[in-house]
């Protein structure tokens, strides 16, 4: 038993460090040897009779399932990073989360909810995406500078949040994925006293995250 649990604590470090190295965007191995090292603790337990044999089942069935999200997430960042390359999209990746930012000077017309037409396009290569790794819970918030009254504010990020997802479920993404909120001035990533802070406070983001988790 103490040889099994030796030989997956390294292969899991190894794993780890392995993930780790190079530009560190290989989440795959991360999510593989956590739930591998998960899932060789739960498989001992398991297994009474032969604690070294279960291990080994539990680490190998529960490290397939984490890489398998991994990867999956993996290639969706990959592939909106390619399609949305020169956009003006942000994309960022938190976890298991990614995060589309769209900036609202460049998505709507301003003080308006009605999507620019020079942005139908990078919306279409989101949706494209959107139905191929169709495993996703789809949040889309809208939010705003504090300029202006606060009601204003709260009505306009709510109007455009839902532009984005009508358009979204109109090019075939299924609305059930699919939530809008709006939340005005509340989250500023940006100082609200210079023109740069309240462009970049200006924006619709897109919250990519698995069902299953909430």
């Known amino acids: 038993m103490k040889t099994t649990v030796r030989l997956i604590a390294a292969s899991t ?52 399932a984490a890489a398998g999200y991994g990867y999956y997430a993996d290639k969706q960042e990959a592939e909106l ?18 995060k589309l930012i769209m900036p609202g000077n460049v998505t709507f017309k301003s003080s308006s909810s009605d999507i620019a037409s020079n942005f139908y396009n990078p919306l279409n290569q989101v949706a494209a995406s959107l139905k191929q790794y169709d495993q996703s819970a789809i949040t889309i918030i809208g939010h705003t500078d504090s300029t202006g009254s606060r009601q204003r504010n709260m009505d306009l990020s709510q109007l455009r949040a839902q532009s984005v997802s009508n358009y979204l479920i109109a090019q ?17 990533i940006a100082s609200n006293s210079t023109e740069a802070g309240r462009q970049d406070n200006r924006r619709v983001e897109i919250n990519l ?3 299953n988790r909430g």
């Not at 075939?172 to 500023?188: E, H, L």
């Open 13 to 64: 470090m190894l794993a780890l460090l392995s993930g780790c190295a190079g530009d560190g965007m290989n989440k795959t191995a991360t999510y593989g040897g956590l739930g591998a090292l998960a899932g060789a603790v739960a498989g001992a337990a398991i297994s009474h009779d032969n604690r070294g044999k279960g291990a080994l089942i539990g680490a190998a069935l529960a490290g397939t």
């Open 81 to 98: 990073r390619r399609q949305l390359e020169g956009s003006g999209v942000g994309i960022q990746r938190q976890g298991d989360a990614i």
């Open 172 to 188: 075939g993404v299924a609305g059930t994925r699919v939530s809008t909120a709006g939340a005005g001035p509340d989250q500023p």
């Open 209 to 211: 995250q698995p069902m």
